[in-house]
């Protein structure tokens, strides 16, 4: 079946520093890609939808400036934590839909964030 | 916009027995499609059913089924024969037919088997 690589599972960063996150669809184009937050315990809250060639579209109150969602290719999404904060503190997972007859969600591995 | 409404935070089942887990759901929509995701410790989402919302069949995926209920807007998890390894998180989640349009997540039920 298709597949959605995230990396990396697990990053540890200094406050203020700058964190790339990669979302890729392995055997398939994914024309958009979902970018969500998890804090534990919670529920998955959508943060953005990125979709390829053009700008992402973020959800009320997700800082368009502090997380930078690039989507160049029909395979590839990232997500850049500028200027992390420990608040910024959370678990991330990216989907990317196979869009058409019978479409289907797929979802990265997620991508542990701690800033120290 | 469309919201999905878990009841239950937590629920626990002994092993080999049968627990069902309640989903509603608020949506002017009426194609749609309706999924029940698996959270294990690993954090890994992963799709346990899905169910299209022309279809009156109830969809089954061996232990589980689903009781699909389109008019009280009901979409409930029955898992029989429990097993340890059905302990997780179960998210209700909602999505309308097109490329575009992300998953809406209930706040999720944290289901635990007991031996």
């Known amino acids: 079946g298709a597949v959605v690589s995230q990396h990396p599972s697990r990053v540890i960063c200094k406050s203020g520093t700058s964190v790339k996150i990669e979302c890729r669809s392995l055997?398939?184009?994914?024309?958009?890609m979902f970018w969500y937050r998890q804090f534990p315990k919670q529920s998955l809250m959508l943060m953005a939808t990125?979709?390829?060639?053009?700008?992402?579209?973020?959800e009320q109150g997700v800082e368009k400036d502090k997380f930078l969602i690039n989507h160049a290719s029909l395979t590839l999404s990232t997500l850049t934590v500028t200027s992390a904060h420990p608040e910024d503190s959370s678990f991330y997972i990216c989907?990317?839909?196979?869009?058409?007859?019978?479409?289907?969600?797929?979802f990265g591995s997620g991508t542990q964030l701690s800033v120290l | 916009a469309q919201t999905v409404t878990q009841s239950q935070p937590e629920m626990s089942v002994q092993e080999a027995e049968t627990v069902t887990l309640s989903c509603t759901y608020d949506?002017?929509?009426?194609?749609?499609?309706l999924f029940w995701y698996k959270q294990p410790p690993s954090r890994q989402m992963i799709l346990v059913i899905r169910?299209?919302?022309?279809?009156?069949q109830n969809a089954t995926e061996n232990r589980f089924s689903v009781n699909f209920q389109k008019a009280a807007k009901s979409f409930s998890l029955k898992i029989s024969d429990s097993q340890l390894g059905d302990t997780a998180m179960y998210f209700c989640?909602?999505?309308?037919?097109?490329?575009?349009?992300?998953?809406?997540f209930g706040k999720g039920t944290r289901l635990s088997v007991i031996a």
């Open positions: 989907s990317a839909s196979s869009a058409g007859p019978g479409e289907k969600l797929f």
């Open positions: 989640a909602f999505m309308t037919p097109s490329g575009n349009t992300p998953l809406v």
């Open positions: 055997d398939f184009q994914a024309t958009t």
């Open positions: 169910q299209e919302a022309y279809k009156q």
């Open positions: 990125s979709n390829e060639g053009s700008k992402a579209t973020y």
């Open positions: 949506t002017s929509e009426s194609n749609y499609y």
